[in-house]
């Protein structure tokens, strides 16, 4: 009950002071690739519900012949405006809206593609099921750090099924046991550390410290 009043003050004060940012990039996108400015994507949520998450569009709207579900590091499916907020993960912001709907947390694991979750979901995935997903996370935070890029191939649904869901899913299953507020409160803080180290350039990043107690 807690959590869920926090996620409720810190989402609806971000997004007073985030809405010039967030009116100037709707505009930015118009401009750049006309609208949709939303991407809805079909998600699982609490307990295995699917729901309707938003974020702004980065793709443009015609794709070609490319079918992947996971988006592969240069995808040229991003248009240029949209590869600068999917960096600075701008595009997230709109999920705010998602918290304060109640189908989101700031903090949880992240919540993934219908398909990816009923056909590649084992039981320690399941087991993140059962805590609201979140806008970020262990599992989110390793692969801005590393998985983004092992998704340098056309192979990207591959190698994000193979070898980097299963790790996400262990890192989150590690939260979801050991949460508590201060470990949000860490996560929030580190989730901003990596997002201004790579805009300034950084590129490597150690494994984070979850990773020795998943396999345990």
Not at 29 to 38: E, K, N, R, S
Not at 61 to 78: A, C, F, H, L
């Amino acid at each position: 009950m807690v959590k869920r009043l926090i996620d409720i003050v810190l989402s609806f004060i971000a997004l007073s002071i985030l809405s010039p940012l967030l009116i100037i990039i709707t505009i930015a996108i118009i401009v750049a690739d006309g609208m949709p400015v939303l991407y809805k994507a079909r998600r699982v949520g609490l307990y295995g519900n699917p729901f309707v998450m938003h974020k702004f569009r980065t793709m443009k709207v015609e794709q070609g012949e490319i079918i992947n579900k996971i988006t592969s590091k240069n995808d040229k499916r991003v248009f240029w405006l949209g590869s600068l907020l999917r960096k600075s993960k701008i595009d997230e912001l709109p999920q705010l809206i998602d918290v304060l709907r109640g189908k989101m947390a700031i903090v949880g694991p992240r919540p993934e593609d219908i398909d990816i979750v009923s056909q590649y979901y084992d039981d320690i995935g399941k087991q993140t099921l059962f805590v609201r997903p979140g806008l970020v996370s262990p599992g989110s935070l390793f692969n801005y750090t590393h998985g983004e890029q092992w998704l340098n191939t056309s192979d990207s649904d591959n190698i994000y099924i193979n070898k980097l869901l299963p790790i996400k899913l262990r890192l989150d299953y590690y939260y979801v046991r050991n949460s508590s507020l201060f470990y949000d409160f860490k996560i929030i803080i580190r989730t901003i550390f990596v997002i201004i180290s790579i805009l300034l350039g950084r590129k490597k990043f150690p494994y984070p410290y979850e990773y020795k107690y998943i396999y345990d």
